[in-house]
């Protein structure tokens, strides 16, 4: 399969593009990027779909979760280590809960560029002045400073999150297969947190459950084997920057066919999955498992035509959906699609967001959810496709492993004036350490259930 221009594919009518200034120095930055060599390899990618697959047939569930938005300055071991910790301790309960296998995907190692809702942003200064600049779009594109040097698209960026993917992903590697993901440890993470906090201790009789599950695998001898020593776990971002991901897309050598070397897993979003738009037609050409966000105005014959679009050979494993439509839209406008594409054969790992449908701004100023919402949302996707018996596949989450305080609720029941406190997202906001991790031990009780 041929790979578009990327000419052409601007000559689609890409969304959500940054207006460079300098377009020689685009052009220096893509070339640069061409020669740097793959942060994945394809054959990474085609063990990832054929997990997917199984999270298609009913038989595996996905947890894929990590910022909104990665910075540069994030790229710290602890930063790194405290995200992968989270991710593993919300998959041993997952695994517990669902007994079958769950897919870890990172929104890391690549989770750089922004979509916005306004190609500006403008502030009233101390002065009174009134400011208006280009909106920041992530550290792939700009800085998050509000000065018209930060706020100008550079492209010397994108070589530098390739850079920073790099680290990350060289990091991510080393833990996931040098025993820091022991099933052993997490579990016993997951013991400190049941009883370090008096809320938490809700969650005491499903790590109790847990803990004897561990100990007859101990007795009976397969606790030593390998699985138990290492875990799956793969990278994932949004695909939106074009120059980025065309210079990283690459024939496989192997098979001959083009993969989005940047990461295992890329998706499509909500602002990004015109049908004829440039990031359709890139997707479609690339061989990597992928996902497309579906939000409330999403139709049947919407999700019909991107399917046909994505996966004309119906492939399995190759199509993620990643529906968010918000706690109060959920029960009423998923069933629609679900049921069409159902009924149409069409193979696809139904994935639940309950982030972005779930977003406001509080009083005071700062953009949040509360954990309830997210919560809810998760419980009417369980519902819905309880009703329909399709599988629940998987969450999408924006979390941390750090104490932020992003979003509202939980058992620490974070307040609107508790916001300021800590809150560190360049983006939207995250679900904390202590939220992701109760997130883990209900949605455990809904799996039980489905
Ligand atoms: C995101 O995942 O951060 C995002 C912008 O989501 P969506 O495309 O669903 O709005
Ligand atoms: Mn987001």
Not at 87 to 113: D, E, F, I, W
Not at 219 to 248: C, K, M, N, Q, T
Request: with cysteine; glycine share 8%; charged share 25%.
């Amino acid at each position: 399969m041929s790979i578009p221009s990327l000419a052409d594919l601007h000559a689609l009518g890409a969304a959500q593009q940054p207006s460079y200034p300098d377009r020689a120095a685009v052009d220096a930055a893509v070339e640069r990027l061409r020669t740097m060599p793959p942060l994945v390899f394809a054959g990474e990618c085609d063990e990832l779909k054929s997990k997917i697959a199984a999270v298609s047939r009913g038989e595996a569930f996905l947890l894929q979760g990590g910022d909104c938005a990665e910075t540069l300055a994030g790229v710290t071991a602890d930063n790194v280590r405290a995200k992968l910790r989270v991710l593993l301790q919300m998959s041993v309960v997952l695994t517990y809960a669902a007994s079958v296998p769950v897919v870890k995907l990172g929104r890391l190692a690549g989770q750089y560029a922004k979509p916005r809702s306004s190609d500006f942003e403008t502030r009233t200064l101390a002065d009174g002045q009134t400011v208006t600049l280009p909106a920041y779009r992530g550290d792939a594109v700009n800085g998050y400073d509000f000065t018209p040097e930060a706020r100008t698209p550079d492209p010397q960026r994108l070589v530098d999150i390739y850079n920073a993917s790099a680290a990350t992903l060289n990091l991510v590697r080393a833990f996931v297969t040098g025993g820091y993901a022991d099933l052993r440890q997490v579990h016993t993470w997951n013991q400190d947190f049941v009883k370090g906090s008096p809320f938490a201790a809700k969650y005491d009789a499903l790590a109790g459950e847990i803990d004897r599950a561990m100990a007859f695998m101990r007795a009976i001898g397969v606790a030593d084997a390998d699985e138990f020593h290492r875990a799956d776990f793969h990278s994932s971002h949004e695909a939106l920057v074009l120059e980025y991901e065309h210079a990283l897309t690459r024939i496989d050598s192997r098979t001959e066919q083009p993969y989005d070397v940047s990461g295992h897993f890329v998706w499509i979003g909500e602002r990004t999955r015109q049908i004829d738009g440039a990031h359709v037609e890139l997707m479609s050409k690339i061989r990597n498992p992928i996902g497309v966000k579906l939000g409330p105005t999403t139709t049947p014959d919407d999700a019909l035509a991107l399917a046909a679009r994505l996966n004309p050979d119906n492939e399995p494993g190759r199509l993620t959906f990643i529906t968010r439509f918000g706690a109060g839209r959920i029960r009423d406008g998923l069933p629609p699609i679900i049921e069409k594409v159902t009924a149409e054969g069409v193979s696809v790992a139904w994935i639940c967001d309950p982030m972005h449908g779930n977003t406001f701004e509080a009083t005071s100023g700062y953009k949040t959810r509360r954990f309830d919402d997210v919560l809810d949302e998760v419980q009417g996707f369980f519902d819905v496709h309880r009703a329909l018996g399709t599988w629940p596949g998987g969450l999408h989450v924006e979390l941390t492993g750090d104490n932020v305080t992003e979003c509202l609720g939980g058992g620490e029941e974070l307040t609107d004036a508790d916001l300021a406190n800590r809150y560190e997202s360049v983006c939207d906001p995250r679900l904390n350490r202590v939220q992701s991790l109760e997130m883990a031990f209900l949605v455990a009780e809904m799996l039980r259930k489905a």
